[in-house]
């Protein structure tokens, strides 16, 4: 008589604590990513995390820059006042570090709402590539391939990955893409962005983003911080725990007035995450907390 | 032949006088001791940590140290077991508490008496906030006295009834939504013109999506005439140089495995706490700033004596 396996109760594996990312990432302090004349270091870092982390080698990746603040200016290489101001006029340079990756990657410029021929596509610009029309259902843009001896093969109709940055001034752009149409159904579109609080009232691009991108089928499902630059950790801890309440309430004492005029100092961007496959309906209709 | 050029060599201030602070980050670094760490670390009573949905105190803290100074009025209309009102107390603030549940009402005085025999001076009371016990008579003394509202929108715990979860039954977020909602109206006559309002939310998921209820907080918050001037990160997990330790929980690690399984793409366990931060126009309505008086002339019964904020806190208690 053989002995029967033993068939005990299937017990679910459970990642381990690696798994998963944080919603919180830290892209400064990469010295193997340095960064490049127009993009900024965290910047690239960022890109590549999204890409390692949503993509597999072998997926089709578009970067896609944002029109410029400027209107009708795109991105010009030359232009170093413009690289200052806007850190996403860069975005194209990312192409060389995720080919390393074995990523097919494409890159676009956006064109902006004012600039709108109609339904026919725009011209291509030189110097940043040729422009996407807001009305084309798929991208015409450059190619580059992870066989450099290739030849570059013509867009997809579709890709895994969208990778683009939206400043809050200019958010008119977005709602004139086929984002859905754009998407394998599992892709990804990754939206970098961040609020701008140096005027008189919050300007937060993140609920016109999501509200655009949900009429064009595709949800948001997830929110990621990207920290820009290194956190003084020892100064903020010192205010939740390690200071004596006397201390803590001279000091408050001479150096605030009142009412007390505060503006943090910005030093992270959003990094807004959409996918464009619905997701299946749960039946108990639950609300679940991650 | 190149120019040089000088620049002045900075000064140090008079004799008496110190430096501003420079302005902190957008990201408050408040996460790097566990959540049960920081409840031992002011002594906080143990059943403090069955409020799921509390202000973490190191967030509390960093936000009544940036927007408050010391002798400030902190109120938290939505209290709960009264984290914000402790915090505040260790810092030199007098706070104020409403919560509607009978239980964190006597949860939160605990947690106060405690703080005050640990030391904290200032005084501290907590209201009782449900229906048709408080009443405006309550907060009568405290119009327009209040520095900073502090407070969370508060979710169903994931661990009630499922017929609580159940499709037929009214759904939890508008519910929490109009708690807040209701929370900001009570707190709305409290308010003196420049004082600020900061509402600190957790991602909150239906069917796998991300729900956007930061916009929704806006709205309701800018329906109440607040005007939004921030949006800062609140830590929850452990920063070291580059890296994130995060702690989340083996029910959070559930979820998001869940959720990648139906999303097909990974999720990321929370870091963080999303912070707004409103403030209250220069030019708030004065009509605003009192709060209906059943009683009748309004005028002359919120007329606030001048003196330690001691005396009307104890009057309202």
Redesign the interface.
Known sequence: MTPTPHRGRRRRRWPTPGAYPATVWPCYGNDLREGTGLLAEWLLTAITKIVTGYTQPGHQVLLLTPPSTTGHRQADPASTHLVRTDPFLGLHEAVLSLVQLGRTVHTGTAAPPTEHPGLTSSPPQSGSGPRLSPFSPRPHPSVSCPDRSARPTPPPDRVDAIITAARPAVLDWVRDFAWADLLTPRGTLAVITHSDSEGPELNDPTSRLVTTLRAHQVGWFDHIILLEAPLDVTRDQSAATGCSPLREVRACDEHSGYPVPVRHRRVHSDLLLFTAQAPALRTDGGMDDV | MCEETTEPIPLPPPAGQ?P???????????G??DAAS?LA?RGYLPATAADHGRIP???A??AI??????GALVLDPDCGAGTVLVEAL???RHAVGITPDRRRKMLARANVTAAQQA??WPHATVLDGRPGHLSPVHLAGLAGRV?LVLTTLR??H?TRP?AA???QHPA??PGSLGRLHQALRRARPLLQP???VIITL?????????R?L??RV?ATATDLGL???????A?L?R?S????I?R?T?A?????????H???????????HDVL?FTVPEDWAAGDAQPADPAGDPGHEHQLPPGDPATWCSRAA
């Open positions: 110190h501003a602070p420079a302005p902190s980050a957008s990201v408050w670094v408040t790097q001791q920081q670390h105190p190191a967030i803290a960093h140290t940036a927007y408050t100074r010391a260790h810092t030199g030391g904290a520095d979710h169903p994931p499922r979860r159940h499709p939890p977020e420049g004082s600020h957790r991602p909150h998921r239906h069917h796998g999506l991300l956007d930061p916009g806006t005007i939004p001037v921030q949006r800062c990160v830590l997990a920063l140089q580059d890296r994130i995060t989340a083996l959070q690690r559930r979820c998001a495995a869940r959720h990648q139906n999303l097909g793409h990974p999720i990321g366990l929370l870091a963080h931060i």
